[in-house]
């Protein structure tokens, strides 16, 4: 069985500080894990992907995550956050092998304050 | 790459009618599309599987009469809320599957759905 768990409903950062955005997983199989994110009334936006190759992950607009596995954790963080980010970010998990079960985080909204 | 469209963006309808909700891949093929309803504040939640040629296969819970879903190419799937009520307004977003199996979802902007 697969679950995610995003610790964090909402998180709260100052424009310009790091931002970090916790999420934990249970998988009985080798699982794929990812980022979304979703912009108010928007569809779900890939922001990165890891599947089996290197554990620290790069994805667009500057965000990274690292998988752990040891910790089964898959945190997404930012260096320096921007105001364009605001927006509800979906961790998910699948297994490697389909792609077609994934399961969703509850979701993190993150806020940017000037 | 990876473009996922979905058609209309909005629509609001009269109770009991009949809403029709399309989803097209723009720049690939899709053999597997998906359909996720989402309520205000809350996670996706995984309506049916679509699979090209084939009948859908509808998570539990999910009324296949309420929710047509037609997967009649590669590139187009549709979703029709038959004799919709209020109780089905919501954001209603598509998924496809690029590649095989285990490559990733990409999603559709979504649709919002007001039923008066």
């Known amino acids: 069985a697969q679950s995610v768990t995003q610790l964090d409903s909402h998180v709260s950062v100052s424009e310009g500080t790091p931002v970090l955005l916790r999420c934990n997983y249970s998988?009985?199989?080798?699982?794929?894990l990812f980022w979304y994110v979703q912009h108010p009334n928007k569809g779900l936006q890939l922001l990165l992907k890891?599947?089996?190759?290197?554990?620290l992950v790069k994805g667009i607009n500057g965000f990274e995550a690292e998988f752990k596995k040891s910790e089964t954790s898959f945190h997404l963080t930012k260096p320096s956050a921007h105001m364009s980010d605001a927006a509800e970010y979906f961790c998910?998990?699948?297994?490697?092998?389909?792609?077609?079960?994934?399961?969703f985080g509850s979701g993190t909204r993150l806020s940017i304050r000037p | 790459g990876a473009v996922v469209s979905q058609h209309p963006s909005r629509v609001i309808c009269k109770s009991g009618t009949s809403v029709k909700i399309e989803c097209r891949s723009l720049?690939?093929?899709?053999?597997?599309m998906f359909w996720y309803r989402q309520f205000p504040k809350q996670s996706l939640m995984l309506m049916a599987t679509s699979n090209e040629g084939s009948k859908a296969t509808y998570e539990q819970g999910v009324e296949k009469d309420k929710f047509l879903i037609n997967h009649a190419s590669l590139t187009l799937s549709t979703l029709t809320v038959t004799s919709a009520h209020p109780e089905d307004s919501s954001f209603y977003i598509c998924s496809a599957l690029a590649g095989g199996p285990t490559d990733t979802q990409y999603f559709g902007p979504g649709t919002r759905l007001t039923v008066l």
């Open positions: 890891y599947t089996s190759a290197a554990t």
């Open positions: 998988s009985s199989y080798s699982p794929s």
């Open positions: 998910v998990v699948s297994d490697r092998s389909s792609a077609s079960k994934i399961i």
């Open positions: 720049d690939f093929q899709a053999t597997t």
